[in-house]
């Protein structure tokens, strides 16, 4: 199997604070994991690539110093929503991959939902 | 012009019913076309992957994609309402595998 768990499955924030999303790759190593965000009845919009050891590489509009992310291992990714404000509530996925292209499978997280107040 | 279009629905069929969910796109260097099942609140899951133009079935789903159109499709035959969720179709150009474009994703509610 590759199975990819997110925690928390969902967090309450105030305004201001920061967030921290991990990402696991429970039973496969992953070369490369994806963050996701996902709007009510919208798409899944890439935020950022990540390779382990090496810097994110993030999607044009997409602030790097808001949206931290931390490739630590083969098995973990994180990412740290700084001084999160409500529009930043929003639905957030990860992905991992496992083999290299031309094929390369992305797994889904099950996703995390966050709320800014 | 997004990359990917999909009419969001909903569509509503029939227990039974057969059901085609389609995508346009406008990136001829999309080489790899894949179907995603989403339920509310829930990751993704792959349902179907395709390499090129062609058909590929798996048990009630089939893909089938025409690059001469920019137009692939999803078939569930015999549906079920276990297959109510939200279809996602996403594709990539073949140089470049790790970047996905989605499309919004069509949400199919099957009647009992």
């Known amino acids: 199997g590759a199975v990819v768990s997110q925690h928390p499955s969902w967090v309450i924030c105030k305004s201001g604070t920061s967030v921290k999303i991990e990402c696991r790759s429970l039973?496969?190593?992953?070369?490369?994991m994806f963050w996701y965000r996902q709007f009510p009845k919208q798409s899944l919009m890439l935020m950022a690539t990540?390779?382990?050891?090496?810097?994110?590489?993030?999607e044009q509009g997409v602030e790097k110093d808001k949206f931290l992310i931390n490739h630590a291992s083969l098995t973990l990714s994180t990412l740290t929503v700084t001084s999160a404000h409500p529009e930043d509530s929003s639905f957030y996925i990860c992905?991992?991959?496992?083999?290299?292209?031309?094929?390369?499978?992305?797994?889904f997280g099950p996703g995390t939902r966050l709320t800014v107040l | 012009q997004k990359e990917v279009e999909q009419d969001p629905g909903p569509l509503s069929v029939p227990e039974g019913a057969i059901v085609s969910l389609n995508c346009t796109y406008s990136?001829?260097?999309?080489?790899?076309f894949m179907w995603y099942r989403q339920y509310s609140r829930k990751g993704p899951e792959l349902l179907m992957y395709?390499?090129?133009?062609g058909n590929k079935e798996d048990g009630r789903f089939t893909a089938q994609v025409d690059k001469s159109s920019k137009y692939i499709s999803l078939f569930i035959r015999d549906s079920q309402p276990s297959d109510s969720a939200t279809y996602l179709c996403?594709?990539?150009?073949?140089?470049?595998?790790?970047?996905?474009?989605f499309g919004s994703g069509t949400k199919l509610n099957v009647k009992p």
């Open positions: 990540s390779n382990e050891g090496s810097k994110a590489t993030y």
């Open positions: 990136n001829s260097a999309f080489q790899y």
């Open positions: 039973d496969f190593q992953a070369t490369t």
């Open positions: 992905s991992a991959t496992k083999g290299l292209p031309p094929y390369n499978e992305q797994f």
């Open positions: 395709t390499y090129s133009s």
């Open positions: 996403a594709m990539s150009e073949g140089l470049n595998f790790n970047k996905f474009y």
